[in-house]
């Protein structure tokens, strides 16, 4: 069966400091890779998807930015936060031509 | 582009039905997804709609109306634990983009 994992599962860092935040899925091959970010209350914006090793699609331009360096590892990282980066970080994995998509645990992060 | 508009807000009470509309704008997508969140957690997903029409999955059903650009979960003997946020999502079908865009979600709460 297939799993998903993120961590941390929280994290607080002060503005101007650096990230990375790793997610990693188990049980299956080449799956489609996602980062959400989610401000409280609110809805699911995507940030960065990939379909294959090395190759990142970036939805929203900012101060954030993602790599694939293995087929079922994504990384979300930042040189420097800002108070804005503050949210609940979401990967989540599609199998190609699938409907479903599967979330990680999340990870909470708080900018200060 | 796409975007679906869902109601911020519902209020039911415990053994009741509700249902959750998502009306949409977008020039063409595979399906119509939802997905449940309950506070602090990760969405999961509840069903889908390839097709126009009922689909039904023991006390939850979607509906889908491709004409009317409409859709809706209806939630059946409502319990407690059905307090959470639900998210209507499709994948649209422009080229290249294999990410789910999210309605902004609508909070159910379940009274006694």
């Known amino acids: 069966s297939q799993t998903i994992h993120q961590w941390p599962a929280t994290l607080v860092q002060p503005v101007g400091s650096p990230l990375s935040l790793e997610c990693t899925v188990e049980?299956?091959?080449?799956?489609?890779l996602y980062w959400y970010r989610q401000a409280a209350g609110r809805g699911l914006q995507l940030l960065f998807y990939?379909?294959?090793?090395?190759?990142i699609s970036s939805e929203v331009p900012q101060n954030l930015s993602a790599s694939r360096p293995q087929d079922r590892q994504f990384i979300l990282s930042s040189k420097k936060l800002l108070l804005s980066d503050s949210g609940f970080y979401l990967c989540?994995?599609?199998?190609?031509?699938?409907?479903?998509?599967?979330f990680g645990p999340g990870t909470r992060l708080t900018v200060t | 582009g796409q975007s679906l508009e869902q109601p911020s807000e519902v209020t039911a009470v415990e053994g009741a039905i509700v249902q959750i509309n998502c009306t949409y704008q977008t020039s063409g997508f595979y399906g119509l997804s939802w997905y449940q969140q309950h506070d602090g957690g990760a969405p999961t997903f509840l069903s889908y709609?390839?097709?126009?029409g009922l689909e039904e999955t023991g006390r939850f059903s979607s509906f889908l109306s491709r004409s009317d650009s409409y859709g809706y979960l209806l939630l059946q003997e409502l319990q407690m634990k059905d307090s959470a946020s639900y998210f209507c999502?499709?994948?649209?079908?422009?080229?290249?983009?294999?990410?789910?865009?999210f309605g902004s979600g609508t909070r159910l709460q379940v009274q006694p």
């Open positions: 709609n390839a097709l126009d």
């Open positions: 049980g299956t091959s080449n799956p489609n």
């Open positions: 990939s379909v294959g090793i090395g190759q």
């Open positions: 989540a994995w599609r199998e190609d031509r699938a409907y479903e998509q599967y």
């Open positions: 999502a499709v994948r649209p079908m422009d080229t290249g983009r294999r990410a789910l865009t």
